[in-house]
T-cell receptor, first 113, second 113 residues
Framework: EAGVVQSPRYKIIEKKQPVAFWCNPI?????LYWYLQNLGQGPELLIR????????DSQLPKDRFSAERLKGVDSTLKIQPAELGDSAVYLC???????????FGPGTRLLVL | GDSVTQMEGPVTLSEEAFLTINCTYT??????LFWYVQYPGEGLQLLLK???ADDKGSNKGFEATYRKETTSFHLEKGSVQVSDSAVYFC????????????WGAGTKLIIKP
């Protein structure tokens, strides 16, 4: 069974530029998560989807971050404009349902210069 | 609210040594407990889990037992290898956290040949 797929794996951009990350969850997983992980720390939840509905986006900085999961399968996370402090690893995870085990993708490592 | 406390790292051991990484938690009810591992430059991988008291999770020679009486979920391995060098995260998920993962700070493990 294929795992969670994320692209790109690495991205280097200049500040104030836009950037987008893509995630394809494990087939059949209804719940999708986006996390931010700073160096040496645990993941921080940005947004959680149940199918195509964002059910928890309380930690998403909505002034510059946006996300979508239009058909309830793959998802895109966007930052516009990026700031230096956005440099981090962006992780996507999925689970069959909210109460079930989460499986993570390899992450996208973002560097903002 | 619910929380997870892990022993601070880095933990440095020689190959074939016995490993223990302590994890204790605070939670109401009966959360599920997890250990995730993150190898350098990679995403988080589920290592093992336990969903009820006295359950033992095991994988790749690692074990952890859900101890309700001591609110602990310590990770152990009898003989570590250089390839076990990684960051290990303890986490819980339960009703009180709306089934979102509550993470420990992570423990970096360094195995020397």
């Amino acid at each position: 069974e294929a795992g969670v797929v994320q692209s790109p794996r690495y991205k280097i951009i200049e500040k104030k530029q836009p950037v987008a990350f893509w995630c394809n969850p494990i087939s059949g997983h209804n719940t999708l998560y986006w996390y931010l992980q700073n160096l040496g720390q645990g993941p921080e939840l940005l947004i959680r989807y149940e199918n195509e509905e964002a059910v928890d986006d309380s930690q998403l900085p909505k002034d510059r971050f946006s996300a979508e999961r239009l058909k309830g399968v793959d998802s895109t996370l966007k930052i516009q404009p990026a700031e230096l402090g956005d440099s981090a690893v962006y992780l996507c995870a999925s689970s069959p349902g909210t109460k079930e085990t989460q499986y993570f993708g390899p992450g996208t490592r973002l560097l903002v210069l | 609210g619910d929380s997870v406390t892990q022993m601070e790292g880095p933990v440095t051991l020689s190959e074939e040594a016995f490993l223990t990484i302590n994890c204790t938690y605070t939670a109401t009810g009966y959360p599920s407990l997890f250990w995730y591992v993150q190898y350098p430059g990679e995403g988080l991988q589920l290592l093992l889990k336990a969903t009820k008291a006295d359950d033992k999770g095991s994988n790749k020679g690692f074990e952890a037992t859900y101890r309700k009486e001591t609110t602990s979920f310590h990770l152990e391995k009898g003989s570590v290898q250089v390839s076990d060098s990684a960051v290990y995260f303890c986490a819980l998920s339960g009703l009180n956290s709306n089934y979102q993962l509550i993470w420990g700070a992570g423990t970096k493990l360094i195995i020397k040949p």
